[in-house]
């Protein structure tokens, strides 16, 4: 398993959701954050002069995912969060030992499936 986590911008999200969303990729969680890279923050003009914006506002998706599945997630996010413009954001991607389910108690892979297969499975049951 891995954990994807994404820095991406704010008005980026509803297009990544969407292309998670249509690929069968429901769970995730977002978190607001601040940031800078490297060009470490923004000079804006004002009335009185230049003001400078050290930390800029983003958001964090995280999302645990088979490890077959890593490639086609980052590139859902890579295709739908890039604007071509400096502080677009980076994706990391993190080994996960376990993951449990807290209501049914499962782990591993099972705890990590994608919604459709639980609703297949809920069906069958």
Not at 7 to 27: M, S, T
Not at 68 to 90: C, P, Q, S
């Amino acid at each position: 398993m891995k954990k994807i986590e994404a820095i991406i911008r704010e008005e980026r999200l509803e297009p990544v959701k969407q292309a998670l969303e249509a690929g069968g990729y429901f769970a995730m969680t977002v978190t607001e954050v601040s940031g800078r890279g490297e060009q470490r923050g923004l000079t804006l003009p004002w009335r009185v002069g230049e003001y400078r914006v050290d930390l800029l506002p983003k958001l964090k998706l995280e999302i645990v995912v088979q490890d077959k599945e890593v490639d086609t997630i980052v590139k859902a996010i890579i295709d739908n969060a890039r604007t071509g413009e400096i502080g677009d954001g980076k994706i990391f991607i993190i080994p996960v030992e376990n993951a449990i389910r807290v209501r049914t108690n499962e782990d591993g892979d099972k705890a990590i499936n994608k919604v459709t297969n639980n609703k297949e499975e809920a069906k069958t049951k």
